[in-house]
């Protein structure tokens, strides 16, 4: 039986991963910080709480980072943990700093110490792009992070690369782009509408107030991400990759097609607000696949149109448990 060490397990990825693994028949333990306010209601949700054996640590203490290695002995760590939202990490840069940037460092030193066959996956991101120099985001397109979420994240990435050339570790990073689903955070935009077309559409609210609406983004379905994520890692040779649809779509495009799957038009009730623009605004980002296509054999297989109805319909059954 395979062991994994999953970081971040409470969070929306962190979930499906667990769900995914333990269909496989492996071991998984779960990383879980005693500060965290993310309950495990994800895990409950899935029906998979009682099945993960959870090790408190946090990734802002290497100390706990590297007894959780050595408990564990994991074939497999995922570093999912982080701290994710990117408009919350302009007012606080530095614990963003430490969380994405110097916790991937504190996994790395614990594998390469005391457990070097360990292999690694880094939950990277397509905020590093941030200012795109390439209108389809690749492996190789240059970065140009656009917030201190997408600095933070970028150093991971780099110390990932590092380890793997300097220590010959197996530690591959996932370029991820958008990736929803009915356990997205609240806060998330894609989320907080769907939970606003719910309640609209109930009677318990009017409006939801949204910033730059014209940002596009390539928006994928978290349970298919979460395979690829397991694909790098049974991989023969440690890489990077970027995981996309190939498609992008506008906030505004989004809430058409949620507020349409309750029969309302977004127009009357999508106000936007200034402040919630972002102090540097990521304007379009469209990644390109094709390398995770070709080498791990994966492809999005739900389009952005059942993610919405998928996601409006999960909070329609939150907010009306008779529905």
């Given at each position: 039986m395979k062991k994994a060490l999953i970081t971040g397990v409470t969070g929306q990825d962190g979930a499906y991963l667990a769900e995914l693994l333990l269909g496989k028949g492996y071991e998984v333990y779960g990383f879980f910080p005693r500060r965290s306010t993310d309950t495990r209601w994800r895990l409950q949700e899935l029906g998979?709480?009682?099945?993960?054996?959870?090790?408190?640590?946090?990734?802002?203490?290497?100390?706990?980072?590297?007894?959780?290695?050595?408990?564990?002995?994991?074939?497999e760590m995922y570093n999912l943990g982080a701290q994710s939202f990117v408009g919350t990490s302009w007012n606080q840069p530095l614990f963003t700093a430490h969380v994405d940037g110097l916790g991937v460092t504190a996994c790395l030193e614990a594998i390469r110490n005391v457990s070097p066959s360990t292999r690694f996956y880094q939950a990277s991101t397509s905020e590093m792009f941030g200012s795109i120099q390439e209108a389809h985001q690749s492996e190789t397109t240059p970065f140009y992070p656009r917030s201190p979420y997408g600095v933070a994240k970028l150093y991971g990435h780099w110390i990932?690369?590092?380890?793997?050339?300097?220590?010959?570790?197996?530690?591959?990073?996932?370029?991820?782009?958008?990736?929803?689903?009915?356990?997205?955070?609240?806060?998330?935009?894609?989320r907080k509408v769907t939970d606003a077309a719910a309640r609209i559409k109930l009677g318990m609210q009017d409006e939801?107030?949204?910033?730059?609406i014209d940002a596009k983004r390539?928006?994928?379905?978290a349970g298919d991400y979460v395979e690829a994520m397991w694909l790098m890692l049974q991989q023969e040779q440690p890489d990077d990759y970027v995981v996309?649809?190939?498609?992008?779509?506008?906030?505004?495009?989004?809430?058409?097609?949620?507020?349409?799957?309750?029969?309302?038009?977004?127009q009357a009730h999508v106000v936007i607000d200034p402040?919630?623009?972002?102090?540097?605004?990521?304007?379009?980002?469209l990644g390109n696949p094709a390398k995770a296509n070709r080498i791990l054999g994966w492809?999005?297989?739900?389009?952005?149109?059942?993610?919405?109805?998928?996601?409006?319909?999960?909070?329609?059954?939150r907010l009306s448990p008779s529905r």
């Amino acid at each position: 039986m395979k062991k994994a060490l999953i970081t971040g397990v409470t969070g929306q990825d962190g979930a499906y991963l667990a769900e995914l693994l333990l269909g496989k028949g492996y071991e998984v333990y779960g990383f879980f910080p005693r500060r965290s306010t993310d309950t495990r209601w994800r895990l409950q949700e899935l029906g998979i709480a009682d099945s993960i054996r959870m090790v408190e640590g946090d990734l802002t203490d290497p100390a706990s980072v590297l007894q959780a290695v050595i408990k564990t002995q994991p074939d497999e760590m995922y570093n999912l943990g982080a701290q994710s939202f990117v408009g919350t990490s302009w007012n606080q840069p530095l614990f963003t700093a430490h969380v994405d940037g110097l916790g991937v460092t504190a996994c790395l030193e614990a594998i390469r110490n005391v457990s070097p066959s360990t292999r690694f996956y880094q939950a990277s991101t397509s905020e590093m792009f941030g200012s795109i120099q390439e209108a389809h985001q690749s492996e190789t397109t240059p970065f140009y992070p656009r917030s201190p979420y997408g600095v933070a994240k970028l150093y991971g990435h780099w110390i990932t690369v590092n380890y793997r050339e300097s220590f010959r570790l197996h530690a591959s990073s996932g370029i991820l782009f958008n990736h929803e689903s009915p356990l997205r955070g609240i806060e998330f935009v894609t989320r907080k509408v769907t939970d606003a077309a719910a309640r609209i559409k109930l009677g318990m609210q009017d409006e939801v107030r949204l910033g730059n609406i014209d940002a596009k983004r390539d928006w994928g379905y978290a349970g298919d991400y979460v395979e690829a994520m397991w694909l790098m890692l049974q991989q023969e040779q440690p890489d990077d990759y970027v995981v996309a649809t190939g498609v992008t779509t506008t906030v505004r495009e989004m809430c058409r097609i949620a507020f349409e799957h309750v029969g309302l038009d977004y127009q009357a009730h999508v106000v936007i607000d200034p402040s919630y623009f972002r102090p540097a605004e990521v304007d379009i980002l469209l990644g390109n696949p094709a390398k995770a296509n070709r080498i791990l054999g994966w492809r999005a297989t739900t389009s952005l149109d059942e993610l919405i109805a998928m996601m409006v319909e999960a909070d329609l059954r939150r907010l009306s448990p008779s529905r």
